[in-house]
T-cell receptor
Framework: SQTIHQWPATLVQPVGSPLSLECTVEGTSNPNLYWYRQAAGRGLQLLFYSVGIGQISSEVPQNLSASRPQDRQFILSSKKLLLSDSGFYLC???????????FGPGTRLTVL | AQKVTQAQTEISVVEKEDVTLDCVYETRDTTYYLFWYKQPPSGELVFLIRRNSFDEQNEISGRYSWNFQKSTSSFNFTITASQVVDSAVYFCAVYGGSQGNLIFGKGTKLSVKP
C-alpha cells in the first residue's frame, strides 16, 4: 500500500530564515506530487505540482520554490521566510491528473 | 474557472442527529470529478469519496451518503446518526482545468456534541 510522509511535523522559524520541507511517497512509482498551503481560515491553496522528476509547475507566485530531485521526493523551499508564509503545508500524491489525491500529515509552520 | 461553494461555515448538532453538508460547484467542463475530504483536528485530509460527472447515482457508505444532482450542480453529503468522532472540517472539491488541479471549497466545520 502507498504511504506519504512529511517532515517536520511542526516548525517555528524567524522571519528571513530559510525553509526546507520534505515529502516522500512510498509504494508507488511516478506519482503526481502536490504542495498545498492552508492558512488560518481553512482554505486550501495549491502552490506547486509535479508530474515527474525535475518538472515543477507553480500556481501562485511567491517567495517559495519546489523541487523534485527523485521520483518520490518533493521538497518545498524558501530562501527567506515572510510572516505571511505561516500556515499548514500539505503534500499530496496521485497516480495521475484527475485521479484522487491522497494527503500527508502536514507540516505546521509558524514564522515569527 | 472552476469554483466550489460551501455556504455553511459551521454546523453544530447533537449526537445521533442527521446532518447534511451542502456543496455547489461551478465548472465549464463536461467531464469533471467531485470529491469530499474530511479534516479532523489532527490536520490530515482524509479522502471520503470521488464521483465522476457521468455517474449521478447516489452513494451510501455506512452512515455516509452523497447526493449528486447535475441539474443543480450540487454534491451534498449527509451523515446519518452523527457521532462525536464525525467532528471535523469537511471539504468539497472539483477537479478543474487541463492539468487536473483540485479546487477546494472553504470547508464546513461540523461539531457533534454528546
Amino acid at each position: 500500500s502507498q504511504t506519504i510522509h512529511q517532515w517536520p511535523a511542526t516548525l517555528v522559524q524567524p522571519v528571513g530564515s530559510p525553509l526546507s520541507l520534505e515529502c516522500t511517497v512510498e509504494g508507488t512509482s511516478n506519482p503526481n506530487l502536490y504542495w498545498y498551503r492552508q492558512a488560518a481560515g481553512r482554505g486550501l491553496q495549491l502552490l506547486f505540482y509535479s508530474v515527474g522528476i525535475g518538472q515543477i509547475s507553480s500556481e501562485v507566485p511567491q517567495n517559495l520554490s519546489a523541487s523534485r530531485p527523485q521520483d518520490r521526493q518533493f521538497i518545498l523551499s524558501s530562501k527567506k521566510l515572510l510572516l505571511s508564509d505561516s500556515g499548514f503545508y500539505l503534500c499530496a500524491w496521485s497516480t495521475g491528473n484527475f485521479d484522487t489525491q491522497y494527503f500527508g500529515p502536514g507540516t505546521r509552520l509558524t514564522v515569527l | 474557472a472552476q469554483k466550489v461553494t460551501q455556504a455553511q461555515t459551521e454546523i453544530s448538532v447533537v449526537e445521533k442527529e442527521d446532518v447534511t453538508l451542502d456543496c455547489v460547484y461551478e465548472t465549464r467542463d463536461t467531464t469533471y470529478y467531485l470529491f469530499w475530504y474530511k479534516q479532523p483536528p489532527s490536520g490530515e485530509l482524509v479522502f471520503l469519496i470521488r464521483r465522476n460527472s457521468f455517474d449521478e447515482q447516489n452513494e451510501i457508505s455506512g452512515r455516509y451518503s452523497w447526493n449528486f444532482q447535475k441539474s443543480t450542480s450540487s454534491f451534498n453529503f449527509t451523515i446519518t446518526a452523527s457521532q462525536v468522532v464525525d467532528s471535523a472540517v469537511y471539504f468539497c472539491a472539483v477537479y478543474g482545468g487541463s492539468q487536473g488541479n483540485l479546487i477546494f471549497g472553504k470547508g464546513t466545520k461540523l461539531s457533534v456534541k454528546p
